[in-house]
Structure formats: structure tokens, C-alpha cells
């Protein structure tokens, strides 16, 4: 069943849930008043890019990037508008906000940017700076191979202490929860389940798809990416250490795809649990109000879904 399934995702935000489709993206946000607001996002196709987004190992790197700039989108509506009082005319105007209204070309653009520089400066940290950690080393542990695993397991302690130090933090415990509680939501649809409170709070807050796979694999797949490149000098070290991000990226993605599929698979599943065991820091057990925030913008996600596949089959039926 799961395979003739849409393939939803989704991320945390603050206070809220976005789930994303095939044609569109939705928020949900708990506000102050404990009611939900409602952002939407639809995805917009260029037809230049379908070409590259169905090549293996290309099309990983336009998802990312993607995935980077619609979540920057999702992050700054949460962030402006829970805080804001819905008793007042600047928390209801922000209440319904419509993203066509709300956001200009400029600052569209502006958000995308935010969100692929972002992403990219965090790749380039998490990249660069475990490779400088190991050359310090370098007197005592000399060679290619040696360099190359003491560098990839810097990376990795780097990458899992800065998710469990941010994770000891309230705000981020309870974004956290959130990202808890659209897994738990997809996977209780997966499964064919009824999108109860009750109902999802039995499902498992992991998921193979999840981003923090994807980021644990890229750590991964770099160290073996770095045996065929020269260690010595260190300039050049850093220099093909950017030239292999995108090969990281897309080697990655398809990685997180496969194991995503095999994972009913009793022996191939295990491929994915070292994801999983990543997000044991990434997602916590969310309460009740936050599971029902995931519900409420899966829902919506896919009453959007449908009104625009509805809409697309009018128009092609025009046409023709």
C-alpha cells in the first residue's frame, strides 16, 4: 500500500507543522489563543528545471535547494505571526495573510535566497571545519587514509553535538516535538489510519525520508568521497572538499530515496536505521495540541492537493 502512496514531508516550524504535496505547502501555526492560523504556499514549476529535477544524483541538489527556500518561506511566516496578540488588528491582518498578497517578488526572492545561503553556509562550516580539526593532527596521524577518518569522524561528533546541544534548549525541545508530530502524522497515513489524536499518537515519531537521515548520510558518503582526493596541502584539501559537496548531495539523496523503499524489506531496512537513530535527538514525543496542529495542516495540504489536481484536470480537458 505505502508504495502507491504520495510521498508527503513536511518540517517543524515554530509552534506549527508545514506538510507539503506535489502542487503546495501548508502551515499550521498555534497561536497564543490557542487557535490555528493557516499559511499556503503553492509550488511553482519551471519548466526549464523538470528536465534536471528527474536525473539521478541532479535531481537531489535542486530538491535540497528547493526544500531550502519553501521552508525559509514556512520559518519566517511561524516566526512573525505566534507571537503576535489575535485580538488586535495587526494579529488578525497577520492571521490572513495570503502569501500571494503578503510577499512581493522581492521578497519571495529575498526569502529564497535566505534560505539556499543559509544552507550553503551551514554545508560549508559543517565541511570545512572538521578537515582543518584534523590537520592539526597531522604530525601524529600522517597519510590519506588516516587523515581522511579522523576528519569524517570530527564531522560526525561536530554534527551530533551541535543537535544535542540545541536540542537542551526549551524552544528548540519544542520545535523539536513538532517535528515529532509530523512524522507521527505522515506515518499514521501511511498506514492507513484514521487521522485521530488517538490514532496518531500510537505511530512512530521516525521516518526514512527525514531530513536528519539525509544530513547523518552526507557525513557519511563524504569520507569515502574524500579517499580518491589528495589530503596535502590543505589548501587543495579544502578546495576539493567544496568541489564534492554537490557529489555529497546527490549521492546522498539518492541514498535516503532507496533506503525510503526498501525499508518493508526485513534485511535492507537496517540501511536506514542509522538515520533513525539520529532522530532519537531530532524529534521528541509531542503532546496532544501539537499532534493536532500536524493534523490540522496535513489536512489542509491535501484539501489544496485536491482543489488543484481538480482544477489541472478542468484545464487539460479545455485544452483538449
Not at 488578525?92 to 517578488?105: C, I, M, Q, R, T
Not at 518493508?264 to 542509522?274: A, C, D, M, N
Not at 509531542?286 to 489542509?300: L, S
Request: one cysteine or more.
Amino acid at each position: 500500500m505505502a508504495k502507491s502512496l504520495p510521498g508527503y514531508g513536511g518540517q517543524a516550524v515554530i509552534e506549527g507543522v508545514m506538510m507539503g504535496g506535489k502542487y503546495t505547502t501548508v502551515t499550521a501555526v498555534r497561536r497564543t489563543d490557542h487557535s490555528i492560523t493557516f499559511f499556503e504556499c503553492p509550488k511553482k514549476e519551471y519548466p526549464s528545471l523538470i528536465l534536471f529535477k528527474k536525473i539521478p544524483f541532479v535531481r537531489g541538489i535542486f530538491a535540497i535547494f528547493e526544500a531550502s527556500a519553501i521552508g525559509t518561506k514556512h520559518l519566517n511566516y511561524a516566526s512573525g505571526v505566534y507571537e503576535k496578540d489575535p485580538d488586535t488588528a495587526e494579529g488578525a491582518d497577520a492571521a490572513d495573510e495570503n502569501p500571494k498578497k503578503s510577499h512581493g517578488l522581492g521578497a519571495i526572492l529575498g526569502l529564497t535566497a535566505i534560505g539556499v545561503l543559509s544552507f550553503l553556509f551551514a554545508k560549508f562550516v559543517f565541511t570545512l571545519a572538521p578537515a582543518i580539526a584534523a590537520s592539526f593532527f597531522e604530525p601524529f596521524i600522517r597519510g590519506g587514509a588516516g587523515q581522511v577518518l579522523l576528519e569524517g569522524f570530527f564531522k560526525i561528533v561536530l554534527l551530533l553535538g551541535y543537535v544535542y546541544s540545541i536540542s537542551l534548549t526549551p524552544m528548540m525541545k519544542r520545535l523539536f516535538q513538532y517535528h515529532g508530530a509530523e512524522h507521527k502524522v505522515i506515518n499514521t497515513f501511511e498506514n492507513g489510519a484514521a487521522l485521530t489524536v488517538e490514532n496518531v499518537r500510537k505511530h512512530s515519531r521516525f521516518h526514512y525520508r527525514c531530513g536528519s537521515s539525509f544530513i547523518l548520510f552526507t557525513a557519511v558518503i563524504s569520507v569515502f568521497l574524500y579517499f580518491f582526493v589528495p589530503t596535502d596541502p590543505l589548501w587543495l584539501r579544502l578546495v576539493f572538499r567544496l568541489i564534492l559537496i554537490p557529489v555529497d548531495l546527490g549521492l546522498a539523496y539518492e541514498i535516503l530515496r532507496f533506503t525510503n523503499k526498501v525499508r518493508h524489506i526485513p534485511v535492507l531496512r537496517w540501511l536506514g536505521y542509522p538515520g533513525l537513530w539520529v532522530q532519537l535527538l531530532t524529534t521528541k514525543e509531542p503532546d496532544d495540541d501539537q499532534i493536532e496542529v500536524g493534523i490540522r495542516a496535513f489536512e489542509q495540504m491535501r484539501l489544496s492537493e485536491a482543489a488543484m489536481e481538480k482544477n489541472k484536470h478542468v484545464l487539460v480537458h479545455q485544452v483538449l
